[in-house]
């Protein structure tokens, strides 16, 4: 089920800055890890980042840490992540997702078969 939408995505400039948003269509929201994946063009689903129900725990990939951070608003039912000094290389579909459990035990999180709840996608280029 397509129960996340994501925005704040579009084309930028290498060296700026984007705020991707996740909003949530779930109950107790505060239940639900997140994560942000994306996607290029003929690549594999690349993890960035994921934070758990509550905030307290944060992960992300290698090829964004510095740059990207994930954070929640659990009253407004939204996750984001803030990207900043954004690359060329960032370029791609990026998607949220929502699943069930709690933990990050063997970087599970950064398997996408954990999630269950997907949003449609947003864009994101970023220019030389």
């Known amino acids: 089920q397509v129960m996340l939408d994501e925005s704040g995505g579009g084309s930028v400039q290498a060296g700026d800055s984007l705020r991707l948003s996740c909003v949530a269509s779930l109950h107790t929201f505060s239940s639900y890890f997140v994560g942000w994946f994306r996607q290029a063009p003929g690549e594999e689903l690349e993890f960035i980042a994921a934070i758990n129900g509550i905030g307290s725990s944060t992960y992300s990939s290698d090829s964004v840490k510095g740059r990207f951070t994930i954070s929640r608003d659990n009253a407004k039912n939204t996750v984001y992540l803030q990207m900043n000094g954004l690359k060329p290389e960032d370029t791609a579909m990026y998607h949220c997702?929502?699943?069930?459990?709690?933990?990050?035990?063997?970087?599970?999180?950064?398997?996408?078969?954990?999630?269950?709840?997907w949003g449609q996608g947003i864009q994101v280029t970023v220019s030389s």
């Open positions: 997702g929502a699943g069930t459990f709690n933990t990050c035990s063997d970087y599970r999180c950064a398997n996408f078969r954990m999630y269950y709840y």
